[in-house]
């Protein structure tokens, strides 16, 4: 019992130093995001600040183009998790709710296609976006965002679908239930759960993704948020100051996401492993 105390502060010491190790270069962004730039070459990158500014965002924002990138980012986004979010759900309802001939084959399949490194795919998807005639085109970045996203979420729907009640589905056939009225009034309720938190994880790997947006895409007007902060890096070298303001505001997106999926976001990482 006296070893309790000392235990639990020793805890509390070792997880409140590895929290501010995990926040010291988010804190050191957003302070260096505040500062001019006169401020970070005098005095350096890592000093305390000696000045305040918001002109930074603004000059990101506007001249460094991250409006643009933001809209194309938001455009490519949204899209990209709805239809993979319906293509998966309808796809984990038939291969979790029917006896179908190789599902599993079919399901292994699907999943194998995300065990890939995406290095080795680069070549292959670049040449085949330009026989399509969509490369440089965000419709291809979507197209490829839905492809390789498809088969994580239909694994992952599956598992929960699976788990609910063959009697539910039984009542609703005696019912007069179609199937697809199975799906949309039955089980897809029942799954809201996984499909807010998969929403979370798909938005922010998504609006996220550099691999593939600097892949299919070379237009600059066309880039999304983190190849433009990319370009931003090169654009304003050494104004610390600029890229720190372009991070943070590439950030806020996935930040309000995640606030507002917390709950969903945290449960979805264990989403089908015990399903």
């Known amino acids: 019992m006296s070893r309790r105390p000392l235990r639990t502060g020793g805890y509390h010491l070792v997880a409140g130093g590895i929290s501010l190790l995990w926040l010291l270069p988010i804190i050191l962004v957003v302070v260096t995001s505040i500062r001019s730039f006169d401020d970070v070459a005098a005095n350096g990158v890592g000093s305390l600040p ?4 918001l002109d930074n965002f603004g000059q990101a924002w506007v001249d460094g183009g991250e409006f643009q990138a933001m809209v194309n980012s938001l455009i490519v986004t949204i899209p990209a998790v709805i239809i993979t979010l319906a293509l998966g759900a309808i796809s984990a309802f038939a291969l979790s ?21 995406p ?8 040449k085949m976006a330009e026989m399509l005639g969509i490369y440089d085109t965000l419709g291809a970045l979507i197209g ?33 239930a179609t199937p697809l009225q199975l799906f949309w009034r039955i089980i897809l309720p029942l799954t809201r759960p996984a499909l807010a938190s998969l929403a979370a994880l798909a938005f922010t790997w998504v609006f996220n993704d550099l691999l593939w947006s600097i892949t299919v895409i070379r ?16 654009q304003y070298v050494s104004q610390w100051n600029v890229i720190a303001a372009g991070s943070v505001i590439a950030a806020i997106p996935t930040v309000a996401v995640f606030l507002r999926f917390q709950r969903h976001f945290v449960a979805g990482l264990a989403l089908g492993a015990v399903k």
């Open 50 to 53: 000696h000045s305040f500014t």
């Open 97 to 117: 709710r029917y006896d179908l001939p190789f599902r599993r084959t079919v399901l292994l399949v699907m999943l194998a296609g995300n065990l890939l490194p």
């Open 119 to 126: 290095q080795i795919l680069l070549v292959p998807v670049s």
């Open 144 to 176: 490829v965002q839905i492809g390789f996203g498809l088969g994580f979420y239909t694994f992952v729907l599956y598992g929960f679908m699976r788990a609910i009640p063959n009697e539910i589905q039984q009542a609703a056939v005696i019912d007069g």
């Open 219 to 234: 237009t600059d007007s066309k880039f999304p948020i983190t190849s433009a902060l990319l370009g931003l890096q090169g």
